[in-house]
Nanobody, 117 residues
Framework: QVQLVESGGGLVQAGGSLRLSCAAS????????MGWYRQAPGKQRELVAS???????NYADSVKGRFTASRDNAKNTVYLQMNSLKPEDTAVYYC???????????WGQGTQVTVSS
């Protein structure tokens, strides 16, 4: 069973930075895409950023220019560098991965990010 383990969340003041990590229990090349989602209280889960197998990246409009997704193939880890954080970025952030070889989709347990004003 594939496991995704997030880390790096925490409490930060507005304007600050955090880097989230998502470590996969298998090669990240097993995935067609890996993404970061977030869910704030009372809101739907939304896609924040994604990296496809070929390396292309996509970002939600709300985070463009502030967040950067990257990956370390040797460590089977993807990252989300979050700069210029705003209170509205407060949410639980989840790592997600789509298998290249099946319809399987995987989620991490989530990590809390809280941005104080």
């Amino acid at each position: 069973q594939v496991q995704l383990v997030e880390s790096g969340g925490g409490l930060v003041q507005a304007g600050g930075s955090l880097r989230l990590s998502c470590a996969a229990s298998t090669s990240i090349f097993d995935f067609a895409a890996m993404g970061w989602y977030r869910q704030a209280p009372g809101k739907q889960r939304e896609l924040v950023a994604s990296i496809r197998f070929g390396g292309s990246r996509n970002y939600a409009d709300s985070v463009k220019g502030r967040f950067t997704a990257s990956r370390d193939n040797a460590k089977n880890t993807v990252y989300l560098q979050m700069n210029s954080l705003k209170p509205e970025d407060t949410a639980v952030y989840y790592c997600n991965a789509d298998s290249r070889f099946s319809d399987a989709n995987y989620w991490g347990q989530g990590t809390q990010v809280t941005v104080s004003s």
